[in-house]
C-alpha cells in the first residue's frame, strides 16, 4: 500500500529571519497597487520568495497594527505580555517553595512533633 501524501508530512515549516520578514512585507506593500488585491500580491511574493502566502499575510497584518493602520495588539505589546507571564510564573514557584518551606519550618519547631 502506498500513501502519497505521508511525505509531504515530514517537511518542517522554515524560520525566516526579521530582514526577509521585513524585505517581503515591504515587497507586498510597494507592490500592491500593482495586483488586483492585496491577497494577489501577497500570493506573488511569497512564490517568488518560496514561503507561504498566509505566512506572509501574517505578516503583512502585523505590520499594520504595528503601524496604527489596523487595531490589535502590536509586537512590542505580545513581547511585554510574553515577559510578564514569564515573571508571573516564577514568582508563583517561588511562592509555591516558600509555602512548603514554611510548612516545614513551622513543623519542625513545634514543640509537640518532636519525641
Known amino acids: 500500500m502506498h500513501f502519497s ?14 530582514e526577509t520578514k521585513a524585505k517581503a512585507v515591504r515587497l507586498v506593500t510597494d507592490h500592491v497597487g500593482e495586483y488586483p488585491s492585496e491577497w ?5 511574493v511569497a512564490t517568488r520568495l518560496g514561503m507561504h502566502a498566509e505566512t506572509l499575510r501574517n505578516w503583512v497584518r502585523q505590520a499594520q497594527v504595528d503601524g496604527g493602520e489596523r487595531p490589535g495588539v502590536t509586537s512590542e505589546a505580545a513581547a511585554e505580555i510574553r515577559e510578564l507571564k514569564r ?10 517553595v516558600l509555602k512548603a518551606a514554611t510548612s516545614f519550618f513551622v513543623r519542625e519547631s513545634d514543640p509537640r512533633s518532636r519525641r
Open 5 to 18: 501524501f505521508l511525505g509531504r508530512l515530514s517537511v518542517m515549516p522554515k524560520r525566516f529571519d526579521s
Open 87 to 96: 515573571k508571573n510564573r516564577e514568582l508563583e514557584e517561588t511562592i509555591e
Open 40 to 44: 494577489q500580491a501577497i500570493k506573488a
